[in-house]
């Protein structure tokens, strides 16, 4: 019996020293806030000249769509609001963005981030394609996370002070590591629901899925010039089937180093095809976001360290390699 507690004691001890001695996924996590970062910033930035129609005063032309839709808000005085305070709402949501992509104060401008955008999204519904969803979800997570131990300016600032970890370091370490792990598993059920829900259509099953919205000028931009390609049926078939045998096998890609990146450069070449393809490139870019945390630091530092071996080539000159040859 002693052993058995003796053994439980030890796993519990490795257990804790796991999520408590080091930050997992530091590059991950950098890599997710730029990414939800740029996302807002594009969104509020496209929409800046028609910030009052979007989420201001002029936003009651879509009220018939939001019943006709029953779209629920939350917070409905956005838009009902005077129209300095709308200005003042997208100045302050493009500062937050702003702070959170260069890493000013991470879990301040995080939080300032995930409670002004969650405003902006629920004062105009029309700009609702999934994305907004994934985009709050995941900065909530990052609110407890350290996403800016890396690329961003509080690092370098941690760095020129190098002062000792105090006391509740243990607890950040903690936090930090237990947002990674909601946001995978957030993203795995995203995958693996989604997948099993194509299971059950038959369009999914017979590989036509596809066909129906590329037809759509909403969801094909370019409709006109890729007409011929979305009508080819072995296009058709391979986009649908390739997305649910992506989806579906992503977690068990998970499982190893080197299929995890294999997975992770499958699911992010069909978020691009979707973003460029289909025009949900906000969409597109909150989950591939949302997937980096998957890929481990020492795997961010291998490919950070083959780009710079890559920029070396690139630099050096045929005159540079060839300058100690003294005959032909």
Not at 43 to 57: E, K, N, P, T
Not at 114 to 136: H, K, N, Q, T, Y
Request: charged share 15%.
């Amino acid at each position: 019996m002693s052993g058995v507690a003796t053994r439980s004691g030890s796993v519990l001890d490795r257990f804790v020293e796991t999520v408590t001695s080091h930050r997992w996924s530091t590059y991950g996590l950098a890599a997710t806030r730029m990414t939800l970062a740029v996302t807002i910033l594009l969104q509020l930035v496209v929409g800046f000249a028609d910030r009052q129609y979007i989420w201001g005063v002029g936003h009651r032309w879509a009220e018939p769509f939001h019943e006709r839709q029953a779209v629920v808000t939350w917070l409905p005085w956005l838009p009902a609001a005077p129209a300095w305070v709308t200005d003042l709402a997208v100045l302050a949501s493009v500062l937050a963005g702003l702070a959170l992509l260069v890493g000013w104060h991470t879990r301040t401008a995080c939080i300032a981030t995930f409670v002004l955008w969650a405003v902006m999204i629920d004062a105009s519904p029309i700009l609702r394609s999934g994305a907004e969803d994934v985009v709050r979800l995941v900065l909530f997570y990052l609110c407890f996370s350290d996403s800016g131990a890396a690329a961003s300016l509080d690092a370098r600032r941690r760095r020129a002070r190098s002062r000792p970890a105090g006391s509740t370091e243990w607890l950040t370490i903690l936090l930090n590591n237990l947002a990674v792990v909601l946001i995978a598993h957030q993203i795995v059920m995203i995958y693996v629901g989604s997948a099993l829900w194509k299971f059950d259509g038959p369009t999914w099953l017979d590989g036509t899925a596809v066909y129906s919205p590329l037809q759509v000028n909403q969801y094909s931009p370019w409709l006109d010039e890729l007409g011929w390609l979305y009508t080819w049926s072995p296009f058709v078939h391979a986009a649908t089937w390739s997305a649910m045998a992506i989806q579906l096998a992503f977690p068990l890609l998970l499982l190893d180093r080197r299929t995890r990146i294999l997975g992770f450069v499958l699911v992010t070449g069909t978020h691009l095809g979707i973003g460029l393809l289909m025009g949900l490139m906000y969409f597109s870019l909150a989950m591939i976001a949302a997937d980096a945390v998957l890929i481990s630091d020492a795997t961010w530092r291998r490919a950070a360290d083959a780009v710079r071996r890559w920029g070396r080539r690139l630099r050096s000159t045929p005159e540079d390699t060839g300058a100690g040859k003294t005959g032909p």
